[in-house]
Nanobody, 117 residues
């Protein structure tokens, strides 16, 4: 069983930065695709960024491209999301997801990010 634990959320002013982390238990992290998703109040969950097992391929939603950076450290079973130039519309609960090479998907419990002046 895989467990994911996000951290690093909080409150920040517009233009500020936060770095989210997601630590995975188990042994499949280094062979799995990872992604960050977010869900704002009253809205559907949406994908923010994804990264392949090696970190060599990344992709971003248009709304965060150029401001957010996804990365991973397989030696630490940790996924990161560096968020810069934050906007009020970035306010949401942020979730990490692990997609195992053999199919199963796992979600973390989420961490709140609030961008407000």
């Amino acid at each position: 069983q895989v467990q994911l634990a996000e951290s690093g959320g909080g409150s920040v002013q517009p233009g500020g930065s936060l770095r989210l982390s997601c630590v995975a238990s188990g042994r499949i992290f280094s062979s799995s695709g990872m992604s960050w998703h977010r869900q704002a109040p009253g809205k559907e969950r949406e994908i923010v960024a994804g990264i392949n097992w090696s970190g060599g391929v990344t992709n971003y939603s248009d709304s965060v491209k150029g401001r957010f950076t996804i990365s991973r450290d397989n030696s630490k079973n940790t996924l990161y999301l560096q968020m810069n130039s934050l906007k009020p519309e970035d306010t949401a609960v942020y979730y990490c997801k692990l997609t195992a090479s053999y199919g199963p998907r796992y979600w973390g419990q989420g961490t709140q990010v609030t961008v407000s002046s």
